[in-house]
Nanobody, 124 residues
Framework: QVQLVESGGGLVQAGDSLRLSCTAS????????MGWFRQAPGKEREFVAA????????AYADSVKGRCTISRDNAKNTVYLQMNSLKAEDTAVYYC?????????????????WGQGTQVTVSS
């Protein structure tokens, strides 16, 4: 069992940066592939980024490639999402998710555990 708690969201201006954190409880975090997803008002949840258990492989949605970096610290049971050059269209609730095995990719039904989400609002 893995429990996930996101933090770091907030209200920022366009062009600002923000770092989201997701802290996991449970002994299996170090072997999990971790992902970030987001859901904007009135839209479906979408993939943002994912990272394999070792940190050696990552994947990004085209919409955030070059502006976001996913990383993890297994000693702290934490995965991060550094977001730079934020745009109004990045406004969404950001969710952290874990899958027990497999490559980093954005197929939502492959993720076994989900956090409650953290709100990111970017004003233009």
């Amino acid at each position: 069992q893995v429990q996930l708690v996101e933090s770091g969201g907030g209200l920022v201006q366009a062009g600002d940066s923000l770092r989201l954190s997701c802290t996991a409880s449970g002994r299996t975090f170090g072997s999990c592939t971790m992902g970030w997803f987001r859901q904007a008002p009135g839209k479906e949840r979408e993939f943002v980024a994912a990272i394999i258990w070792s940190g050696g492989s990552t994947a990004y949605a085209d919409s955030v490639k070059g502006r976001c970096t996913i990383s993890r610290d297994n000693a702290k049971n934490t995965v991060y999402l550094q977001m730079n050059s934020l745009k109004a269209e990045d406004t969404a609730v950001y969710y952290c998710a874990a899958r027990l095995w497999g490559p980093p990719r954005g197929t939502m039904n492959e993720y076994n555990y989900w956090g409650q989400g953290t709100q990111v609002t970017v004003s233009s």
